[in-house]
């Protein structure tokens, strides 16, 4: 699979298989956390498993009782160690870098369970205070992300997606186009694409009507 099929067809899974997941593939999905781009490469994160019954099914309930969580048989709890950044880059590292770098991590996790066959969640609604008590986390860190992963038992379908046109502005906000020519041309498929079956269908018309004179002239 390619990445980019990968990243199109990847879902939120929240209903999952009776099956273990092989070790060697949850260290892969680690790695792939791992290589994630951090600020000043700092990789100011931790990733702590949990696999046993116990504690699946009180982070469940610290992640305001999301009872389809249980059914994942491998969390991945992403810690951010906000210190270190800002230590470097102040509260920019703190806000925004931590936050940033994690976010990378968790997405590449994402896309390798889905790579390797396997479903994935990103959970980020959770009583954060709980799930320090239930890992054991000093006050130095974060919890920034809850990855459940397991073997899918439900194929969802893609939720809606905005089309690419809604979100993308051309050299400024709110620049839809950035000329006349622009707008008819090049930089929007979708303008393009309404614009080709314009003239196919202005060829079609021009065609029929050509031909409508012909048969009165040779009729005359
Ligand atoms: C920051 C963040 C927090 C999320 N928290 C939850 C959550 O607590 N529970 C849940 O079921 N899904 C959660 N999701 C998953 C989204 O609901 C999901 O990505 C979205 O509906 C789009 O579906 P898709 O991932 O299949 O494209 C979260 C996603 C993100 C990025």
Redesign the pocket.
């Known amino acids: 699979m390619d990445v980019f099929e990968c990243i199109r067809t990847?879902?939120?899974?929240?209903k999952f298989k009776d099956k273990q997941v092989p070790w060697d593939n949850v260290v892969t999905i680690m790695q792939a956390g791992k290589y994630a781009p951090s600020a000043g490469n700092l990789q100011n994160w931790k990733f702590i498993i949990v696999k046993s019954d116990a504690k699946r099914k009180a982070i469940a309930k610290a992640?305001?009782d999301?009872e389809?969580?249980e059914t994942a048989p491998v969390y991945i709890v992403l810690v951010g160690e906000p210190e270190k950044a800002e230590r470097y880059y102040g509260a920019r590292g703190r806000r925004l870098y931590t936050i940033q770098a994690i976010?990378a991590s968790?997405q590449n996790m994402?896309l390798t369970a889905h790579s390797l066959g396997l479903g994935s969640?990103?959970?980020?609604?959770?009583d954060e205070d709980e799930i320090r008590r239930i890992l054991l986390l000093p006050e130095v860190v974060d919890v920034h992300?809850?990855v459940v992963i397991g073997y899918a038992d439900e194929k969802?379908e893609?939720?809606p997606?905005y089309r690419i046109e809604h979100m993308m502005y051309f050299e400024k906000w709110w620049g839809r186009v950035e000329g006349p020519k622009t707008f008819i041309g090049w930089w929007s498929l979708y303008n393009k694409r309404i614009v080709d079956e314009t003239k196919k269908l202005a060829k079609k018309t021009a065609k029929k009507v050509g031909d409508k004179v012909k048969e009165k002239i040779q009729k005359r």
Do not use: D, E
Request: glycine share 4%.
């Open positions: 990847r879902r939120s899974v929240r992640c305001l999301q389809w969580m976010a968790i994402l969640c990103w959970v980020g609604a959770f992300a809850v969802p893609m939720p997606k």
